[in-house]
């Protein structure tokens, strides 16, 4: 039986689910995936970064639709033929590229749906991370450099088009309890101990499994 699992993380924006990533991915000694999946997409793809930067800023990701086309080749020996790539072509790179990470060994996964493109293999763990207003206002001051009304803002927009993808890929609630293994809010008990919560969750359903 595979050693190797997943740990997938969808997140409120400000709610420190990047973080708690990171820390999660040194504690089990595993690959961390955030925005590092945009070059790998980019060079195994042969699409310029930009595009990726646009879908993963959520900001006009829809519009992909209107590109006229461009060829690339997709991630993996298992298919190096030439693709025509329109519409949302750019979620099928990533999603593919996602698989064949996680078959070739554990990794932390932030956003991206990463969850529902790894559906159905039990050693994939869901997690939503979640965050009190304001601590996420304070958090996104801090580290954005910008006023509590701007922060107010960014989280307003960058929450709808989050829930919007998802929405849109998985046919799912971005958010909702029932979509993920398990919804934490980080405000509880801070970022250290949300960590020490998902590894003793991770670690007693990999036994299960």
Not at 99 to 126: Q, W
Not at 134 to 154: G, M, P, T
Not at 155 to 177: C, F, L, P, S
């Amino acid at each position: 039986m595979s050693t190797k699992f997943a740990i997938t993380l969808a997140r409120q924006y400000g709610s420190g689910g990047r973080f708690i990533g990171e820390i999660l991915a040194k504690e089990f000694g595993v690959a961390f995936y955030d925005k590092e999946l945009i070059q790998i997409a980019s060079k195994k793809s042969g699409v310029g970064e930009e595009f990726f930067l646009e879908d993963d800023d959520k900001k006009r990701w829809w519009l992909l639709g209107n590109l006229s086309a461009f060829t690339a080749t997709l991630f993996g020996s298992e298919n190096d033929n030439k693709n025509l790539i329109v519409g949302d072509s750019i979620f099928k790179i990533q999603s593919d590229i996602i698989r064949g990470l996680a078959r070739k060994d554990s990794a932390v996964f932030v956003g991206r749906a990463a969850d529902y493109v790894l559906r159905g293999n039990p050693r994939v763990i869901s997690v939503f991370i979640c965050a009190d207003k304001k601590d996420r206002v304070e958090r996104v001051c801090k580290y954005a450099n910008i006023s509590q009304e701007q922060a107010l803002k960014e989280i307003e927009r960058n929450d709808k088009e989050r829930a919007r993808y998802y929405g849109h890929y998985t046919g799912k609630v971005w958010g909702q309890a029932s979509s993920f293994n398990l919804c934490v809010n980080s405000s509880v008990l801070g970022i250290e101990k949300t960590v020490e919560l998902i590894k003793s969750f991770v670690n007693e359903k990999l036994k299960m499994v």
